[in-house]
């Protein structure tokens, strides 16, 4: 793989390795973080998500390759460094004091505390405050000095549901300001959120890329999606006398059928499908194309490396 240049990317690996004795924490890993995006670093516990985080922040070094940044950077580790006998106005302002560089914007602690959704949470003491709370007060503390670009490892391990949809309005919210780079195993939070994504397993790299074309490199058929209020057996003739799917699951919702249709022909057969289906009398009511989730996706892809 040659060297991926800066350019247009807010962060780039060339070729980084990490080794400590008798273990290979990264090996060899090149990827790129687009400005702007909302980039999902995916993996299971123990792949090489922190320890690629932690060479990205200056926090450790690499023991080979490279890493470019284009500017500064605010980062959430996986476990926040709170102090949780101060409130948490105190604590975010101790962090802007303690990073008070020329080259660091001052911000407005009020609205970074609007922005992570803290406003009445000032003067409770963080230690008293909820898993949900103490994470926005770490993404809080990464953004005092307004920096470009935001790492989030692991934002969202051991909340619960609610606090997870929280954290990902925040993520959401912060998207149009900032390029963010956020690992996760949770892979269904990271489709709701990014553009992109790195996989990663045992240290190297799997995949990489933006995430619709990271879903068309493993879509090796086209699985279409319908419902109609009617289906009998003349329709499915009809249905397949247009094209001879290769799999059709049927299944009666009530006073409709849901439909699943499978084509490994290479075309997109969406437009053709509907046409056939409002002539022969199903009145449709949906279709649509179900493309792999980043689960799917991640199955597939470390499967892949298993048999290689």
Not at 47 to 52: D, Q
Not at 112 to 119: E, F, R, S, T, Y
Not at 273 to 282: E, K
Request: net charge negative; with cysteine.
């Amino acid at each position: 793989m040659s060297d991926i240049p800066l350019n247009t990317n807010a962060i780039v690996l060339n070729h980084v390795s990490k080794h400590y004795p008798g273990v290979t924490a990264l090996d060899d890993v090149s990827f790129s973080v687009t400005k702007g995006s909302v980039h999902a670093f995916l993996g299971p516990n123990g792949a090489g998500k922190s320890t690629a985080m932690k060479i990205i922040t200056g926090l450790i070094p690499a023991s080979a390759g490279s890493v470019e940044v284009s500017s500064k950077i605010g980062f959430l580790p996986e476990n926040p460094p709170l102090y949780t006998n101060m409130t948490v106005i105190d604590y975010l302002s101790f962090v802007a004091k303690i990073q008070t560089l020329d080259s660091h914007k001052k911000v407005d602690l009020k609205e970074v505390i609007q922005k992570c959704g803290l406003k009445g949470m000032e003067k409770r003491m963080i230690g008293n405050l909820s898993k949900g709370y103490k994470q926005k007060v770490g993404i809080a503390q990464a953004l005092v000095f307004s920096p470009e670009i935001i790492i989030l490892d692991e934002p969202t391990v051991g909340l619960d549901p609610k606090a997870i949809a929280e954290i990902r309005d925040l993520i959401l919210g912060l998207k149009d300001e900032h390029t963010i780079l956020l690992s996760t195993h949770q892979l269904h939070e990271a489709s709701l959120i990014c553009n992109d994504v790195t996989i990663i397993n045992k240290a190297k790299i799997l995949k990489t890329g933006p995430l619709e074309e990271v879903q068309k490199s493993f879509q090796t058929a086209q699985v279409l999606k319908a419902i109609v209020k009617k289906w009998d057996d003349n329709i499915r003739e009809k249905v397949l006398s247009f094209h001879s799917f290769e799999d059709i699951q049927i299944e009666k919702q009530g006073d409709v059928t849901e439909l699943h249709l499978t084509s490994r022909s290479g075309e997109d057969l969406r437009s053709e499908l509907l046409q056939v289906l409002v002539q022969s009398g199903a009145s449709p009511l949906e279709l649509s194309e179900v493309k792999l989730d980043l689960e799917d996706i991640f199955k597939k892809v470390t499967s892949e490396e298993i048999q290689s």
